[in-house]
């Protein structure tokens, strides 16, 4: 999230890429060959002060090894891009480390909960977990000060503080830590939590619901998918009739229950004038899919819809044996929802 016009600087962030070291060096985000954290899930997305969060992680290491698990919360300086709606959540998943921030604490939720922060909290050291948002947390303005870096000595215009509460809220930062044999990624996840607000009709967000994706044989004849299709069971991805899957070809990935139309919501932008500190636009929600798989090399690490959601999964001649694929979809504003198919891919010439 960032303006200039309601109070410069709210949230400055910076991405950089390496130019030292040459693109094909660098390793595919979307083959999982080690330890990764591929997303956290709340339940529900969006919630009020004295809510309670259901939490949930998506971690995974192929050699199986017995995984540490560590949860925190706390208030961060939001790192969010663009629009005040929520939480901003569209980068594939599987981060390595914490975002760049100028926190004093580096944007660890574990080292403000170490220092005594007010608003930090431990929650556990399992899968999963639960997060009970403070009654008071909106009592003060000092959550509002924190999450969008304000000075202390700053009066916030009423206005614009129900503004900021009943449509971009405040992100509670869930940060999940994970360790295997020494080595430790911290993950983090945002928790928007905001107030009723007669500025926007805005419904509660909701995680996306209804995964399934078809897939065939790009070297075959041309397949029409589906636009809807019966879920499948278990958190599987793959709808019925899926071909096995074979080394040395291509298959195309495509999803399916698309919402259409997608839903809408009120976002809160920097106004143009000094009268108008911001003002409220509608947006169309979008779909995000991040892939992954222990085998072969998917195309696309990201795709979206509207867009060009497809796909492409090009498993080599040396792929054959059991296979892990996953999808993890975001809506772009905190849900977020995935499957797992697990799979055994035949040798070239399709024989077990």
């Known amino acids: 999230m960032k303006t200039r016009s309601l109070v410069p600087p709210l949230v400055l962030l910076a991405l950089t890429l390496p130019t030292a070291a040459c693109l094909e060096d660098l390793p595919s985000p979307s083959l999982i060959d080690d330890l990764r954290v591929l997303a956290i899930r709340a339940e529900p997305p969006e919630v009020e002060p004295g809510d309670t969060v259901a939490l949930e992680s998506l971690v995974v290491d192929p050699r199986g090894r017995p995984i540490r698990y560590a949860w925190y919360a706390c208030i961060v300086v939001d790192q969010g891009q663009g629009f005040f709606g929520g939480s901003n959540e569209t980068a594939t998943s599987g981060g390595d480390g914490t975002p760049l921030t100028t926190d004093p604490y580096g944007g660890s939720c574990q080292r403000r909960f170490e220092a005594g922060d007010r608003f930090a909290r431990a929650l556990g050291s399992a899968p999963s977990a639960t997060l009970e948002i403070p009654a008071d947390l909106f009592d003060d303005d000092e959550a509002l000060r924190i999450a969008y870096s304000l000075p202390e000595d700053l009066e916030i215009p009423t206005a614009v503080k129900s503004g900021f509460l009943g449509i971009a809220g405040v992100n509670y930062t869930v940060s999940l830590v994970a360790e295997v ?140 044996g059991p296979a892990d694929f996953w999808v993890v979809v975001r809506d772009g504003r905190g849900g977020v929802a995935w499957c797992h198919e697990p799979l055994t891919i035949l040798p070239p010439g399709g024989a077990p």
């Open 181 to 320: 044999d020494g080595r430790t990624i911290e993950t983090q996840k945002r928790v928007n939590v905001s107030l009723p607000s007669s500025l926007a009709d805005n419904d509660p967000n909701l995680n996306p619901s209804e995964l399934a994706f078809h897939v065939a044989d790009d070297a075959g004849p041309p397949t029409t998918a589906p636009t809807t299709a019966e879920v499948p069971p278990a958190g599987r991805c793959f709808i019925a009739g899926a071909p096995p899957l074979v080394a040395g070809r291509r298959y195309r990935l495509t999803p399916v229950n698309i919402p259409d139309p997608q839903p809408k919501y009120a976002v809160l932008l920097a106004g143009t004038t000094t009268d108008e500190v911001f003002e409220i636009q509608t947006v169309e929600e979008t779909t995000f899919y991040s892939w992954f798989s222990t085998r072969g090399s998917l195309k696309k690490p990201i795709s979206k819809a509207p867009g060009e959601p497809v796909n492409t999964w090009s498993l080599g001649d040396d792929a054959a």
